[in-house]
């Protein structure tokens, strides 16, 4: 038999990502014994041995590996169906998008009178792929290639270069133009690290790139230099300068949605998102 239950992917979920049955039973508010028989049965199930156990404790084998990838997909689509559920027809859709980012254009969408009420969740990097798998937002503006776009239907809305966000007082601050080259190689103020889409960031010596607030106060104080698309200076303080860094990487601003949408107010605000690209070509 190939159906799985929810609650044995809960349970397996909790086990494969502690590393340890204890605290897996005392996450699920259980009993370890049941615990125990209920992955030994999963098990029995899927033909696939999913844990390895031993005296040092348990590790995933590839089977296992694959299952909780799938799982974790699995239990953030049961989460959002209930939360689309109860907003359906009592709230307005929740558009996610990073705090500071491409904030023109979001202007323009929640002022177009095609587009249908909408409810603002401001997130930090990153978090936008999350927040439409588990069903807090219905849609969300997204950038790549630095946000997770795997799995969701999207339209692409504007394309434009990046900047340097500098301390006013640093030298670079007075260039007209600057390179990827020199911005990388800046002794004394190093470029902010953002993460890959695995979530993993690159080595160097900036600043994790992990907060709007902490990374324009830090280049205030002159401890690290950003690179950003060029309409995410709107946040730019008064101690800040943009500089435009000319081979930086295009980046693409896109409206994404869940693929199993049959909202039609999701497909009025992608409509009218839409249709602020044809008034404003990208490029």
């Not at 929640?110 to 978090?127: F, M, N, T, W, Y």
């Not at 081979?247 to 602020?276: F, K, Q």
Request: hydrophobic share 45%.
């Amino acid at each position: 038999m190939d159906d799985l239950e929810t609650r044995e992917l809960r349970y397996f979920a909790a086990v494969a990502e502690e590393l340890h049955f204890g605290r897996a039973a005392e996450r699920l508010g259980i009993a370890q014994p049941p615990l125990s028989r209920a992955i030994a049965q999963l098990e029995r199930r899927l033909g696939v041995q999913l844990l390895e156990r031993n005296r040092r404790g348990v590790a995933l084998t590839e089977p296992g590996r694959v299952l909780l990838r799938e799982s974790r997909l699995a239990l953030d689509a049961v989460a959002a169906a209930a939360r689309h559920t109860r907003r359906a027809g009592t709230h307005p859709l929740v558009l996610a998008t990073k705090a500071g980012a491409s904030h023109d254009l979001l202007q323009r969408l929640l002022d177009s009178p095609a587009a249908p009420p909408v409810e603002i969740l401001l997130c930090e990097v990153g978090e936008q792929a999350g927040l439409l798998r588990d069903g807090s937002a219905d849609v969300a503006i997204m950038h790549h290639p630095y946000d997770d776009l795997a799995g969701f239907d999207t339209e692409a809305l504007q394309v434009e270069g990046q900047v340097a966000i500098l301390p006013a007082g640093h030298p670079l601050a007075a260039r007209e133009t600057l390179t990827m080259a020199e911005v990388s190689d800046v002794p004394d103020l190093p470029i902010a690290r953002w993460p890959r889409l695995d979530g993993s960031y690159p080595d160097g010596p900036g600043p994790e790139a992990r907060t709007q607030s902490k990374l324009a106060q830090l280049v205030a104080l002159g401890r690290t230099l950003l690179v950003i698309p060029a309409s995410s200076r709107a946040w730019q303080w008064p101690e800040h300068v943009a500089v435009p860094v000319l081979d930086a990487p295009d980046v693409t601003t896109v409206i994404g949605w869940p693929p199993n949408s049959r909202s039609p107010e999701v497909a009025a605000l992608v409509r009218a998102a839409v249709a602020l690209r044809t008034e404003s070509p990208v490029g």
